[in-house]
């Protein structure tokens, strides 16, 4: 009932670990019984698995919406607040992207760019000297990329 539950309020594709993470809100939950009942589910075709992700299917839907008040409200209420803080970072990550690839000529290409939802706001072309730099520049535009967005805006308007 509990990942049905958490899957209704995703609504969106979702890995094992995160799909696990959000319904071990409760120390009797373990990780081994999260994953078997998800291959339970996966069975009776309440959820299906496509590229390693899960998602819910119309009986899911109907099932989990029939249970969910079976669900004391104390764990309801821990496992509504994970999922809406989990959606907001898988909003925000699904915004941002990096991406880099070798030169032919030496270094690497990389590319960030932050969106709005609709398009680009700010997109960033460089060049890194190596991988390592190539990956330290991915990983930190990742972590702040409204930031670095904020700092250009500040930079180039004042």
Do not use: W
């Not at 291959?39 to 998602?55: E, Q, R």
């Not at 939802?117 to 072309?125: L, N, S, W």
């Not at 990983?139 to 904020?150: G, L, V």
């Amino acid at each position: 009932m509990l990942i049905l539950f958490v899957m209704r309020r995703l609504q969106v594709p979702i890995g094992i670990d995160i799909l696990a993470e959000l319904t071990m809100c409760d120390e009797a939950i373990k990780y081994f019984d999260v994953t078997d009942c998800i291959a339970k589910l996966v069975k009776t075709k309440h959820l299906t698995l496509t590229d390693n992700k899960y998602s819910l299917t119309e009986k899911g839907i109907r099932n989990g919406e029939a249970l969910e008040e079976n669900l004391p409200y104390s764990v309801r209420v821990v496992a509504e607040e994970a999922t809406a803080l989990m959606l907001a970072a898988l909003k925000r990550d699904s915004m941002i992207k990096t991406n880099s690839t070798e030169n032919e000529n030496g270094g690497y290409n990389v590319t960030l760019s932050l969106s709005d939802g609709i398009a680009d706001i700010i997109k960033i072309d460089l060049l890194a000297a190596n991988q390592k730099l190539a990956i330290t520049l991915e990983k930190r535009f990742r972590k702040n990329a409204e930031q670095i967005y904020h700092d250009v805006i500040k930079l180039i308007s004042d």
